[in-house]
């Protein structure tokens, strides 16, 4: 068979035969409409409160403080719209967060300006993606009614001091919101002991379905609901369950607990040995976020005088499948917001690709990456116009 590379688990993960297994059941056998007072819809009810459990164990919360969504994007949404709309009788339509935040966090900033009226502010980053905790603290205000700060960038890896933001957040009586879509499984999460109010995550980025997450919401936060209709989910978010896809984040989420030390430790092996191995055989690349504090299998580099997309799509030929950036905005063409906020000019920016390695990636896997990776950069800077050793550069 054709040798294939996956290295964007950043962007998605396999399904483990685990949670397969897991999940089978639920689309034939185990039908039944958890909303049922009958005994094969009891059942499923059932099946989805073991699931609540685990996701819950795996960020230290309470099972009633979790809420089943289609993903973190809708997770996102509710955080941010249900806190503006909670608070606006208070006088409070300020939000704060990052300017290297997904697109799921600040297109609902924008719509909540443009549609209700709301405010935002756009925290700076450094050179490595971190935020300033004196620059959040500088920005709230007596209208700010949330902040939204991701645990961990989905480009460049960068883990932000949640418990130092969020003390801040809650010393000026603000509420704090954290998309841990990325971390969740490479990070270990303790809501209570970080200060977490609100956390947005997905089942498709720790080896468990798409089309199913969850938000955490601490008890005794009356947050609106963000869909109407049903009185699913403790009646907080209507619509039918996806059972199945519910069973297989609880059966990711316990795997992900019960394999975090050993996960963390061997992904991050294989990153550190892809990346040095890069950085000896390539000249004039460099590593970009926080290398000291950054999630286990993140390696986003910079390669000067080539463009991004024409290395993505060389080593597409070659079956190695990588990222320009997030996957929610590689069609985009326009260079990494992400990037651009590190102070990164756009034409280097443009010259990035994110790599991510994670549970399933073998030696075998980086080997063969790395030795085409090599030949395809000697290739393009070969005929780059961009190349100071090239007579014909521009």
Not at 20 to 34: C, K, V
Not at 227 to 241: D, S, V
Not at 302 to 310: S, V
Request: net charge negative; with cysteine.
């Amino acid at each position: 068979m054709e040798k294939k590379v996956y290295l964007d688990y950043s962007a998605t993960t396999p399904v483990k035969q685990e949670v397969f297994d897991a999940m089978l059941p639920y689309f034939m056998a185990e039908f039944g409409n958890p909303s049922s007072i009958y005994q094969i819809g009891i059942e499923n009810k059932n099946a989805i409160s073991e699931a609540r459990e685990k996701v819950a164990k795996l960020i230290g919360a309470e099972d009633k403080e979790i809420f089943f969504t289609s993903g973190g994007t809708e997770s996102d949404n509710w955080a941010l719209c249900g806190a503006v709309r909670m608070l606006r009788k208070e006088g409070k339509n300020h939000i704060i967060t990052t300017a290297i935040e997904h697109h799921a966090i600040h297109h609902t900033c924008e719509f909540l300006k443009e549609y209700e009226g709301c405010e935002y502010t756009y925290l700076p980053v450094d050179e490595k993606g971190r935020v300033n905790p004196e620059d959040l603290e500088a920005a709230i205000t007596d209208k700010t009614a949330i902040v939204s700060i991701m645990l961990a960038n989905n480009e460049i890896g960068t883990i932000q001091d949640i418990k130092a933001l969020s003390d801040i957040a809650h010393a000026k009586g603000v509420l704090f919101h954290t998309d841990a879509v990325q971390a969740i499984g490479n990070v270990k999460i303790d809501v209570k002991a970080m200060g977490i109010d609100m956390l947005s995550m997905s089942a498709h980025k720790i080896y468990g379905p798409k089309g199913v997450g969850a938000f955490y919401l601490k008890k005794g936060i009356k947050l609106p609901n963000f869909i109407q209709g049903g009185g699913q989910e403790k009646g907080h978010r209507a619509g039918t369950e996806n059972v199945a896809g519910i069973v297989g984040f609880g059966k990711a989420a316990e795997l992900a607990l019960e394999n975090i030390d050993k996960h963390i430790a061997e992904v991050s092996s294989k990153r550190d040995y892809f990346e040095k191995s890069l950085l000896e055989k390539i000249p004039e690349i460099e590593v970009n976020g926080d290398t000291a504090n950054r999630l286990p299998g993140n390696c986003n580099i910079l390669f000067h005088y080539i463009e991004g997309e024409a290395l993505l799509l060389f080593m597409d030929m070659k079956n190695i499948f990588v990222s320009t950036g997030s996957a929610c905005s590689s069609s985009s063409g326009a260079a990494s917001h992400v990037l651009r906020a590190c102070g990164i000019p756009e034409e280097l920016a443009l010259s990035t690709i994110r790599f991510t390695v994670g549970d399933l990636t073998t030696r075998e896997d980086l080997d063969y990456a790395i030795g085409e990776i090599v030949q395809i950069v000697e290739k393009l800077r070969a005929i780059s116009p961009f190349n100071k050793n090239n007579k014909w550069q521009v």
